[in-house]
């Protein structure tokens, strides 16, 4: 268990290819660096990585997917004048559903939900989790008991029945209701991350230092703690992302929500409530799953190569 | 021992929290259960009052100072009274939880096992041929199905391998004109019927495993003593299983003790394709036709067995690890 392990990229000078396997990194964080400098560093281990840049791809062209929706749509996303129940062909790339509406569209205009549910729970989440883990990692005494016994008991808490029970007191909350119910099961976990991590850097010099020149407590946390700790706040972002994207396409699923809504979860809401699976409709069943789980993947993919920020030995091309 | 009665304390606060939570959830939300049934009824036509007090005597619509409620509310939980159900009327919700119980507990726990156990031992193995297919192909693969929304797979096997094929039955966890007992033939009927919610919980859980096992083992292979015992000139097999892969396995277990959670909640996915009648289906059934004593019941007793799980587990750390015990 070697605590070097689990350190952030050193914010010396060396250039994170040169890394080989078996250095050990010695972290010396001193202090904030250039955002931009971590940043554009941060982005060029990321894109090393063969999984992660299949990942970034990935995630790219769900983004422009979801932006650009009503251009490569051909029809609106409930514009239902179309025949019922059709196979694929020519004027239906995917078929149609049984209340006559095109499938393709449906697909296409269902990346905005996903897409946009995964980026505003997992922003919401990713920030709750940074200012509980931080502080909770700083502070010491009686309060970080307190804050320990939320985040376990939040952690322990099973999260799906937990979002269907909130969600089924409240009624047709649409969008909201869910992105709210996602953020608030979905934070602990980063929130764990970061406060071990944030523990370790507290007992290094450079935070002594700060501690000595008469820094509060809050300048200390946010500006020299904080950034020190960039690739495991993107890894929480990703990771809360991912099982938002889940957990929305789940409770869609169960039509929990708004089911007028075109999602990938309430396609497939109406699909099995329409017995898609009798009337030989497959294309309305694979689509919009294998969807969610691309995006989800490509979140994951990406994931790999910020694990590799953090951790060299996870790197690619450090094999044993 | 000192570390058992800690856990054990650290048990019964957080069984403690999750019960009061589950009192105050209805308590935080607008409007109340009662009023909920009503506007149910009242979508059929008028309520008269008589119905509506009837309701809300039934739901506990609050009577009595806060504190009152709550210390009968504990008292009701302690003998498992959890009232009567209104979708299942006149019967009692915890007749109802009994029932469909063992359904998930055999079906989902079983297969919980089982993918911690093949996932942990791909993950081992892809660590040690690091680069090579027998990594690439499970690490890929798992980092692919994991991301497999649990309904989704539920629905591909259906339409598949029950419709297409045949192979399997696709709904329900029994033959419709059998009752369940003991008997050689029921039970043989009811693994049929569980092959496919338990593919669906294998497909989608073993990626977790795999990807979770293969980074904590590249991190203990890292490490000086087992360095030590290559240079050592120890069998490669034996650093691998003896060394690297009984430490790299304890973040693992933790991350067991956490994933029932999330198995679940994901079984109450696949329980609701396959209408397999266990927690999971009834808590969908209570959601959908706003049983709220039922709902909170089995919330309740969702949360109290991952409690109950997350604890056995932090037992069988402490015994594997003694460092965890200080």
């Keep these: 268990m070697t605590v070097a392990a689990n350190l952030p ?29 971590v940043l ?39 514009e239902n004048g179309f025949g019922r129940n059709q196979g694929p062909s020519g ?79 409240l009624q047709n909350g649409g969008m909201t ?24 850097i507290r007992g290094r010099d450079f935070i002594t230092a700060a501690q000595f020149s008469g820094d509060g407590a809050a300048r200390i946390v946010f500006r020299e703690i904080l950034p020190n700790m960039t690739s495991l706040i993107t890894g929480s972002f990703f990771g809360a992302a991912t099982s938002a994207i889940l957990a929305e396409s789940g409770l869609s ?36 799953g294998l969807c969610i789980a691309l995006l989800a993947t490509s979140l994951t993919l990406i994931n790999f190569g910020v694990d590799g920020l953090s951790n060299p030995r996870l790197r690619e091309g450090s094999g044993r | 021992m000192w570390y058992l009665l800690r856990k054990l304390g650290l048990l019964l606060l957080t069984a403690w929290a999750a019960i009061t939570l589950n009192f105050l959830l209805p308590r935080l939300m607008p409007g109340t259960p009662a009023d909920a049934a009503i506007a149910k009824l009242a979508q059929n036509g008028p309520v008269d ?29 302690f003998r498992l009274d959890f009232g009567v159900s209104y979708t299942f009327f006149p019967q009692n919700v915890s007749t109802l939880i009994m029932n469909a119980l063992p359904w998930t507990l055999v079906m989902v726990g079983l297969v919980t096992i089982v993918a911690f156990i093949v996932g942990t031992l791909l993950g081992v193995l892809a660590a040690w041929k690091r680069g090579t297919w027998l990594d690439t192909l499970p690490t890929l693969g798992g ?19 029950g419709y297409q094929l045949k192979w399997f039955p696709t709904s329900g966890a029994y033959g419709r004109d059998s009752t369940p007992n003991l008997s050689l033939a029921f039970i043989s009927d009811a693994i049929g019927h569980a092959w496919l919610p338990a593919l669906t919980i294998l497909i989608t859980s073993l990626g977790g495993w795999i990807l979770g096992m293969r980074n904590n083992m590249i991190n203990t292979l890292g490490d000086d003593y087992v360095t030590f015992a290559e240079a050592n000139g120890l069998r490669s097999r034996t650093v691998a299983v003896k060394y690297a892969a009984r430490n790299a396995i304890l973040p693992n277990l933790t991350g067991f003790g956490l994933a029932l959670g999330g198995v679940v909640g994901g079984s109450l996915l696949v329980e609701q394709v396959f209408n397999y009648p266990g927690v999971g289906y009834l808590l969908f059934n209570a959601v ?13 007793m969702i949360t109290i067995s991952v409690l109950m799980a997350n604890f056995f587990v932090d037992i069988l750390y402490g015994l594997l690890d003694p460092r965890t015990r200080r």
Excluded: C
């Excluded at chain 1, 039509?255 to 898609?276: E, H, K, Q, R």
């Design chain 1, 91 to 169: 004027s239906h790339w995917f078929g149609t559903t049984a209340a006559g509406e095109d499938v393709f569209s449906q697909v296409v205009f269902g990346a905005r939900i996903s897409v946009l549910v995964g980026f505003i729970a997992g922003f919401l989440s990713t920030l709750i989790a940074v200012v509980v883990g931080l502080s909770w990692g700083y502070i010491r005494g009686p309060l970080a008991d307190v804050i320990n016994f939320v985040v376990n008991l939040v952690l322990v808490i099973p999260g799906l029945p937990l979002m269907i029970v909130i969600a089924a007191y």
């Design chain 1, 9 to 37: 990229e050193p914010t010396g000078s060396t250039p994170p290819h040169e890394l080989e396997r078996g250095d050990t990194v010695a972290p010396t964080p001193h202090g904030p660096a250039s955002p931009l400098k």
């Design chain 2, 288 to 300: 959908t036709n706003q049983d709220f004593p039922l709902m909170q019941a089995l919330f309740l």
């Design chain 1, 40 to 78: 554009s560093r941060g982005a060029s281990t990321i894109w090393s990585n063969k999984k992660a840049r299949i990942g970034v791809v990935l995630l790219l062209l769900f983004v422009l997917m979801a932006v650009f929706a009503p251009l490569i749509a051909p029809y609106g996303a409930s």
């Design chain 2, 143 to 161: 980092t692919f199905t994991s991301a497999f929304p649990y309904f989704w797979t539920a629905l591909l096997l259906v339409f598949f391998l």
């Design chain 2, 49 to 77: 009052p008589a119905t509506r007090a009837a309701i809300e005597a039934q739901l506990g619509v609050p009577t009595g100072d806060a504190w009152s409620q709550y210390v009968q509310y504990l008292g009701n939980v």
């Design chain 1, 253 to 288: 699923f169960l039509g929990i929500g708004d089911t007028t809504t075109v999602s990938w979860g309430s396609m497939l809401f109406w699909a099995s409530n329409s017995n898609a699976l009798l009337t030989g409709q497959w294309v309305l069943l694979f689509a919009p």
């Design chain 1, 177 to 200: 209701m869910i992105i709210f119910v996602v953020v608030l099961t979905g934070w602990a976990y980063g929130a764990r991350v970061l406060r071990s991590q944030t523990q370790s």
